[in-house]
Every structure is written in C-alpha cells, then in structure tokens.
C-alpha cells in the first residue's frame, strides 16, 4: 500500500519532498499556511533563484554542519539539482557558476513546482497553519494538527522554514515549536546572511553608496572574518554580498552586544609599499588645489566627503594648509575605516536563519531522534549557508533525502 505521508510547509524544501515522495508512489498532503506556494521561494535572487552554485562543498556552510553537509552532498548535490530542473523542465545556466534558471525568473521555478506537484496528484491545503503533530501508538502513525483540520499519515516532514524574510513570507518560526513538543533540541536561532545597523555615532555617506571594498570584522582587535565585495553604505548601515557573507560569523557577538567593528579597507589591492608610494606620489600634489579636489580620484565622492566629515575638517580646505601627517591620516582612513556595529537588520532583512532545530537530533536519512516517521529538513534545521545558491541546495538536498526516504 502506498505511504501517506503529511508535509508541513509548500517551501522549497518541502515542495521537493512532496515530489520526491509522490514518483515514488506515496500519496502525499501538503499543507501550507500562506494561500500560494514558494512565496520566498519566488523573491531569491533578486527575483532570478540562484538555486545552486558550481563550486560546491561542505565548507560554504556553518561551522557545525560542515560534517554532515559533506554527506548530505555526496548523496544529492549540485549535479542531481540540475538534473532534478531538468525533469521539471526547468533549463539551468550558470553565470560564474552561480545556477540560475535560464528564465532569470524565480517565478518560473514556482510555477514549475507548482506544476509537478498537480501532475503526481499532491493533494495541496491552502491556508492551514500546522500547530502539532500527535504520535499514534508506538510510532506507527501520525496525526498533523492544523488550525482547522487534522492529517493523519504514517511519515510526516517538516518543512516549515525559519525566521528569515519578509513579513510577507509569513516566516514565524512554527516548527521550533512542534519540534520542541517532539522533543528536538532547538540551537538558539540569528539572522544570518544580513547587513548591520551602525552605531547612531558613526558618520555614514549622506547618500547610499555601493563602493568595492574588504570588510573585516573585528572584536577586541581580533579578525573574526574577512570578506570582499561589493560593500553598500546607507545613513544608518553596511550591507552588500561581502557583508552578509560575514554575518553569520559576527552576528551572535553582535547579538550580545560586543563591540564588534567593521574595518573597511578600499585598497585591498595594494600592499603596504604599493600604499605608501601611492601615498608619496599623491602629497607632492598639496598645493592650491582644495581636500575635496585632491581627493577625488581616490574613490567614491560620497566616501570622500564621509572621510572628510569623520576627519572633522573642511572639503574646501587648500592642500597646501593642511600637514603631511594630517594627510597621511587621511589615507589611513581608506585602509582602515572604523565602523562601530551596533545590531543587525533583523530577521526581516536576513535571508536565512543561523541555529534551528540541532543537527544531533537530526539522522543521516532526516528522520529525527526518537520518531522514526519524522523528518525535519530546510531552513528549520540548523543548517545556513553562504549567499549563492547554497541555502537553496541544501533545500532540496534535505528535501529529496526525505521524500525518498519517506516513501519507502
Ligand atoms: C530575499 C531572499 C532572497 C534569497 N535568495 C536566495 C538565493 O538566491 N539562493 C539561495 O540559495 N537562497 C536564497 N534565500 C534563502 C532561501 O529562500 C531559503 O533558504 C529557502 O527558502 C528555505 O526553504 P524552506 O523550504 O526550508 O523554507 P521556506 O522557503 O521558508 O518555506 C517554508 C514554508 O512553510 C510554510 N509554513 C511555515 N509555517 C507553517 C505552518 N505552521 N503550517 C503550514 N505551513 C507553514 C511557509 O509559509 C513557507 O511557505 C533567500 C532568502 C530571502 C529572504
């Protein structure tokens, strides 16, 4: 007889699952809260879904899940993730090995799913919120309990997702809740993959800027990480690639309110000699013209005119009035920019979620301690990845794991 099985969640993760499970035979329910599928889902990648990344490995992923992420991705990784677009009819390109759908529309991926799932006979319940899952007898069935209506099923996968997103999203964090009535063990949860709000002292460009750059993040002098990129100043933070790449290395000493410094250096290029000489060439140009004049082919005007105002002195002040050390200071100043961090964007603005449902509780095969017919797997799980397609992998690597597995 076919398996029944209960999915909780119509994101990635569990959408996979459903389609994983139903060509393997199993009459399968999805239920999802919000009234569509893949809402997240259709706003990754700037609207485009990276949804994997060439360069592939265990190491893009959090410290804690290194080990199991190099077994997870043994068993499916990027090249069964091709393969698996491919069978949606989704064609996938790749630009610097970031995989993108050659559509460069997240909507397509959804749509795609969307029709996958119809084709198996996924039953699909719009607009129920999972609230528990109750274990029949010794484990040999379940009922999934919504706001509405309850499921009853011998495999149930929660999918539910995290925190992370868009209040639209309605990303709420359930599952921690059911999972912790399951028994699992939840690791304190932090945005991740998120820019950082600066101290309200901290004089920032008058206007957004985007300026390539090295950030590294210190805390008590120590380099906790180092990233480069793109770097995006506003008034009241950083954010960009390199900064959100940080994130979740820094967030939790931000969390807890460390003093925690961003170090902006727009020179990563030069060495300390190629600095200096590029310092010794540009003072023999301290004559009539003005602070602003002479620094305006260094880097960004709105950068310059940040440095001006942190240096407290005048952008129309003449080069010839103002001391070399004064100047030395300044080109300080482009190598390493102090930036005090005083918290993250928040969970709204982060694109993941570090910390989840512990990996300790979590078997290779995604079912969870204690419940043989319990899987958890997605964003729930303590797992979070770089920016670039990482955290969309391990969605569907979780997901295809379990459908599999569940249907068996
Ligand atoms: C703006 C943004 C851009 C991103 N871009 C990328 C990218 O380009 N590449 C990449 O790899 N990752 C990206 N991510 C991260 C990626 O979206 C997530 O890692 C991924 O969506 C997680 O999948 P999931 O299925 O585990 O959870 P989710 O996508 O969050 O799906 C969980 C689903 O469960 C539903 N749900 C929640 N609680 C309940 C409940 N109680 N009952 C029923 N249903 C429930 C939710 O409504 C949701 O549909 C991005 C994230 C954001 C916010």
Redesign the pocket.
């Known amino acids: 007889m076919a398996r029944k099985i209960v999915i909780?969640?119509?994101?990635?993760?569990?959408m996979c699952a459903a389609i994983y499970a139903a060509r393997n035979g199993a009459d399968v329910t999805l239920?999802?809260?919000?009234s569509s599928l893949g809402?997240?889902?259709s706003?990754?990648?700037n609207g485009r879904?990276?949804l994997s990344n060439l360069e592939m490995n265990e190491k893009m992923y959090n410290l804690s899940a290194e080990k199991r992420m190099k077994e997870w991705l043994s068993v499916y990784g990027v090249l069964d993730v091709i393969n698996f677009f491919k069978s949606l009819g989704i064609v996938v390109k790749s630009e610097d090995g970031y995989l993108y759908p050659i559509s460069g529309q997240a909507s397509t991926v959804v749509t795609a799913f969307e029709n996958e799932l119809k084709r198996l006979g996924v039953r699909v319940v719009f607009g129920e919120?999972?609230k528990s899952v109750i274990v029949n007898g010794n484990e040999d069935s379940y009922t999934v309990v919504t706001n509405l209506n309850s499921y009853d099923g011998d495999r149930v996968i929660l999918?539910?997702?995290a925190l992370?997103?868009a209040k639209s999203?309605?990303?709420t964090g359930?599952?921690y809740y059911i999972c912790k009535q399951l028994g699992m063990n939840i690791k304190e949860t932090h945005p991740a993959l998120v820019g950082f709000r600066v101290d309200e002292n901290e004089i920032m460009p008058e206007a957004g800027v985007r300026c390539t750059a090295e950030v590294s993040f210190t805390l008590g002098g120590e380099v906790l990480c180092s990233e480069y990129g793109e770097v995006q100043f506003t008034k009241d933070g950083i954010s960009g690639i390199p900064v959100m790449q940080a994130s979740s290395k820094v967030i939790k000493f931000v969390d807890e309110k460390k003093p925690i410094y961003a170090c902006v250096n727009f020179f990563p290029d030069y060495d300390d000699e190629d600095y200096k000489s590029l310092e010794d060439e540009m003072l023999r140009l301290r004559d009539e013209r003005t602070l602003k004049e002479f620094l305006n082919g260094l880097c960004n005007s709105n950068i310059n005119d940040m440095i001006i105002r942190r240096m407290k002195m005048g952008s129309s002040m003449k080069m010839k009035n103002i001391s070399e050390s004064m100047v030395r200071s300044i080109f300080d100043s482009y190598r390493g920019l102090k930036i005090r961090i005083a918290d993250s964007f928040g969970y709204q603005a982060a694109?993941?979620t570090s910390g989840g449902v512990s990996l300790g509780d979590i078997k290779d095969d995604m079912t969870v301690n204690g419940h043989s017919g319990v899987f958890v797997i997605?964003?729930?799980a303590d797992v979070d990845g770089r920016c670039g397609?990482?955290?969309?992998?391990w969605?569907f690597t979780s997901g295809s794991i379990a459908g599999t597995v569940a249907s068996l």
């Open positions: 909780a969640g119509g994101g990635p993760a569990g239920i999802e809260k919000n809402k997240k889902l706003m990754t990648g879904c990276n919120q999972v999918a539910t997702g992370s997103g999203t309605m990303s359930d599952g694109q993941v997605g964003e729930l397609g990482y955290n969309l992998q969605a």
